[in-house]
């Protein structure tokens, strides 16, 4: 577990940090909608210093895309 991300995505989310793994998405978090969408895109680019592109945007379903997409920027996560 990455505890900035997984710490990111919960204060984003208003949810506990316990129930976020790899599989978690709008699907299973409900409060993951469209706004928060955004907020967690600009929050992540904020944090991380990096910017996505459209593409990985659209692309991203679950945290494992953002773990992903954050991977190929030359983010290195503490997991």
């Given at each position: 577990?990455?505890?900035?991300?997984?710490?990111?995505?919960a204060r984003?989310?208003?949810?506990?940090?316990?129930?976020?793994?790899?599989?978690?998405?709008?699907?299973?978090?409900?409060?993951?909608?469209?706004?928060?969408?955004?907020?967690?895109?600009?929050?992540?680019?904020t944090e991380?210093?990096?910017?996505?592109s459209i593409?990985?945007?659209?692309?991203?379903?679950?945290?494992?895309?953002?773990?992903?997409?954050?991977?190929?920027?030359?983010?290195?996560?503490?997991?």
């Amino acid at each position: 577990m990455s505890r900035r991300l997984y710490g990111l995505i919960a204060r984003v989310m208003d949810i506990d940090i316990s129930i976020i793994n790899d599989n978690s998405s709008p699907e299973t978090i409900p409060s993951w909608d469209s706004f928060n969408s955004y907020v967690l895109l600009d929050e992540l680019e904020t944090e991380f210093k990096t910017e996505f592109s459209i593409d990985e945007v659209v692309e991203t379903k679950n945290v494992s895309d953002i773990k992903n997409h954050l991977k190929h920027h030359g983010i290195v996560l503490d997991d």
